[in-house]
């Protein structure tokens, strides 16, 4: 299993971005997918989760300015995110799991400048 993220800058507060987290080795429409984030010196958050039936969750404090997607052709994931804040700045992972095992994509920077 291989998952590529891209996406990453630096924006403004205010500003968007959207993550992309291309997915191979894998059925992906049969797999929960989810991204992540970790931010210097802080434990890796989960940020939102996208479940193989459509459903999603979000952590709280991105609800109503991030939404995750996927395209189950381009086994692609994203994660779209407006309204920046500086409390967002973390490297952000794709991940998911397959038989037990968990897989990580090598993370994309994000940096919001205030």
């Known amino acids: 299993v291989q998952l590529q993220a891209s996406g990453g800058g630096l924006v403004h507060a205010g500003g968007s971005l959207r993550l992309s987290c291309a997915a191979s080795g894998l059925n992906f429409r049969i797999h929960d997918m989810a991204w992540y984030r970790?931010?210097?010196g802080k434990q890796r958050e989960l940020v939102?989760?996208?479940a193989n039936g459509g459903?999603?969750?979000?952590?709280?404090?991105v609800k109503g300015r991030f939404t995750i997607s996927r395209d189950n052709v381009k086994r692609t994931l994203y994660l779209?995110?407006?309204g920046l804040k500086p409390e967002d700045t973390a490297a952000y992972y794709c991940h998911t799991k397959l038989r037990?095992?968990?897989f990580w994509g090598q993370g994309t920077q994000v940096t919001v400048s205030s």
């Open 38 to 40: 970790q931010a210097p």
């Open 48 to 50: 939102a989760s996208s």
């Open 55 to 61: 459903s999603s969750v979000y952590k709280d404090s």
């Open 80 to 82: 779209q995110m407006n």
């Open 100 to 102: 037990g095992s968990e």
